[in-house]
């Protein structure tokens, strides 16, 4: 019998519990371990789980003999903490966005690589057997030429979830498109087969933060067609989100897949692991134990982050960015 995979979480004060649970779900794998700056959240989530809590990442690394971690701390330090992870030869999850510049993720994607470890990063939002069949669809050409892709994330933040923390800061968070509509940024690119340039425009309206709270971004895909991404956290009585994809001979909207003129019930192909974040962490350790890479490593997570930089460039210079040129745009992302 293979021993269990050896889990802990870095950043258990909030969504590392979402993680906590799910790793208690998966038959290969034993939750060990939890690490938050706060003391009373690290002896918080020891309590609860059962397991042994800490104050410093780094000393529970050494600690545990670990197999793997899933980063959910603040964005703007992902990369730092999954690298002590990776140079301690612990394979790692990373919540999104694997962080908040492209020149960290890229080192990071480098140094995971270097010591062959399992880097992933977290968008669970892929893993519904409704979104895995549309993509399926897309590639098989069932809904012909992709003309557009389309994702509205319309939420309300109040101004407390700006104050104090780390949130809507550039160093450490990013604004709406980094944060909330990262997820559907990389739905978009997904199933669409890939965003090659943006136009943006980004404003500060409804909080007193320092990154965006609503954006608009028209996108060209690199199969030819147009698409946008409207987003925003400054609005209420309209919470939702909604990715759209609309061909040539059918579309899909979030619920509903059509060919032609006819709605359809599709057989719908389930993710391989399962659905959610639950389906995407036992993909992650799946990969581990098989010696493969996850549906989503470091190099697919880097895609969303790269797109919202290029969004950041284009409203700063107020002009079409294709995401290729993002590297040597940096002062403007």
């Known amino acids: 019998m293979t021993d269990p995979t050896r889990y802990g979480i870095v950043g258990v004060g909030g969504f590392g519990r979402n993680h906590a649970d799910c790793v208690e779900q998966v038959a290969d794998a034993e939750l060990v371990a939890g690490a938050a700056k706060s003391d009373a959240s690290a002896r918080a989530f020891a309590d609860d789980y059962g397991v042994t809590g800490y104050t410093d990442h780094v000393e529970m690394l050494e600690s545990e003999s670990l197999d793997a971690v899933s980063v959910c701390t603040p964005s703007g330090t992902h990369a730092a903490i999954a690298t002590d992870a990776i140079e301690r030869g612990v394979n790692a999850l990373v919540e999104k966005p694997l962080d908040v510049y492209l020149d960290r993720i890229d080192e990071l994607i480098e140094t995971a690589d270097e010591h062959g470890v399992v880097l992933a990063g977290v968008f669970q939002r892929r893993f519904t057997a409704e979104r895995w069949t549309a993509r399926e669809w897309v590639e098989e050409g069932r809904f ?17 979830y700006y104050d ?6 550039r160093d450490l968070d990013g604004g ?13 690119e997904w199933l669409s087969g890939g965003i090659e340039s943006v136009d943006a425009t980004t404003d500060t309206i409804a909080h007193d933060m320092e990154c965006e709270d609503v954006a608009v971004v028209t996108v060209s895909l690199e199969d030819g067609g147009y698409g946008s991404i409207r987003a925003t956290t400054a609005v209420k009585g309209a919470d939702r989100e909604q990715v759209e994809i609309n061909g040539t001979e059918g579309s899909y909207t979030s619920g509903q897949f059509a060919v032609g003129d006819e ?14 974040l639950e389906g995407q962490l036992r993909d992650f350790v799946a990969a ?13 997570a880097r895609r969303a982050v790269e797109v919202v930089l290029a969004a950041y460039a284009s409203a700063s210079l107020d002009r079409e960015v294709r995401v290729d040129e993002v590297r040597d745009l940096a002062d403007h992302t």
């Open 176 to 188: 709406v498109l980094l944060q909330q509509a990262s997820h559907f940024v990389d739905l978009v």
């Open 263 to 276: 709605t359809v019930e599709p057989d719908l192909v389930e993710p391989p692991c399962g659905t959610g």
């Open 144 to 160: 012909g030429d992709v003309i557009l892709a389309d994702a509205a994330v319309k939420y309300h933040r109040p101004q407390s």
């Open 288 to 300: 581990i134990r098989d010696g493969r890479d996850p549906v989503v490593d470091g190099h697919e």
């Open 164 to 169: 104090g923390g780390w949130h809507g800061q």
